[in-house]
């Protein structure tokens, strides 16, 4: 039977992600529930750290596309 790490390090794809997190310490949520530092919503935020890294990527390229709109008009 395999240790708990060994177990962790199997079914945890993310125990040893190379994406990085966008985040730029500028956390202020917006009225549309989107940081203005990153460009993550609350849901991306909150599940960051279960996502694979294939979910990160395409994570970081909504913030991209959504940096790159600019900011949003009232």
Known sequence: ????GEMDSTTNSNS???T???CINVCAI???QTCQGCRRT???IAGWS????T???LTNQRCEN?????????
């Open 55 to 57: 979910e990160k990527r």
């Open 20 to 22: 990085q997190s966008p």
């Open 42 to 44: 609350l849901d991306e």
């Open 30 to 32: 917006d009225l549309s």
């Open 16 to 18: 040893q992600s190379t």
């Open 66 to 74: 959504r940096r790159s709109q600019g900011p949003k008009k009232p």
């Open 50 to 53: 279960s996502m694979t890294d």
């Open 1 to 4: 039977e395999p240790s708990r």
